[in-house]
Nanobody
Framework: QVQLVESGGGLVEAGGSLRLSCEAS????????MGWFRQAPGKEREFVAA????????SYADSVKGRFTISRDNAKNTVYLQMNSLKPEDTAVYYC?????????????????WGQGTQVTVSS
C-alpha cells in the first residue's frame, strides 16, 4: 500500500508560481512511477505530468508544457510539480498518483494509488 499526501496548493495571481509536493509513505517509493492530474469544476480529470521511477524521463500535457516541471526526490519519498506562468485555466484540484512500473504513465486508469488532492486557484 502507498499513501499519498499533496500539499502546496493555494491562491495565486495569473503569471505567478506554485510548487506542489506529494509525499508518499512506504519504502518502495523509488520503484513507483508518479503522475500529476487535475480536475476543474464540471470537467473531467486530465493528465498534467508524469515521471519514471528514476526521474530520467518525463511527460507533459501540451497545455502545461514549458510552464510546469515534474521532479522527484526518492530520498525524501516526494514528487514535485513546479508550476510557473500560471493561468486562470490552471485552476483545479491537483492530484498525485502512483503505480509500480518502469516507464511513465499518462492515463488515470493506469494508476493504483491517489492522493486526496490540493486546490490551486489562479486569479485573473
Amino acid at each position: 500500500q502507498v499513501q499519498l499526501v499533496e500539499s502546496g496548493g493555494g491562491l495565486v495571481e495569473a503569471g505567478g508560481s506554485l510548487r506542489l509536493s506529494c509525499e508518499a509513505s512506504g519504502r518502495t517509493f523509488s520503484s513507483y512511477a508518479m503522475g500529476w492530474f487535475r480536475q476543474a469544476p464540471g470537467k473531467e480529470r486530465e493528465f498534467v505530468a508524469a515521471i519514471t521511477w528514476s526521474g530520467g524521463s518525463t511527460s507533459y500535457a501540451d497545455s502545461v508544457k514549458g510552464r510546469f516541471t515534474i521532479s522527484r526526490d526518492n530520498a525524501k519519498n516526494t514528487v514535485y510539480l513546479q508550476m510557473n506562468s500560471l493561468k486562470p485555466e490552471d485552476t483545479a484540484v491537483y492530484y498525485c498518483a502512483a503505480r509500480s512500473g518502469i516507464r511513465y504513465y499518462t492515463r488515470g486508469h493506469e494508476y493504483d494509488y491517489w492522493g486526496q488532492g490540493t486546490q490551486v486557484t489562479v486569479s485573473s
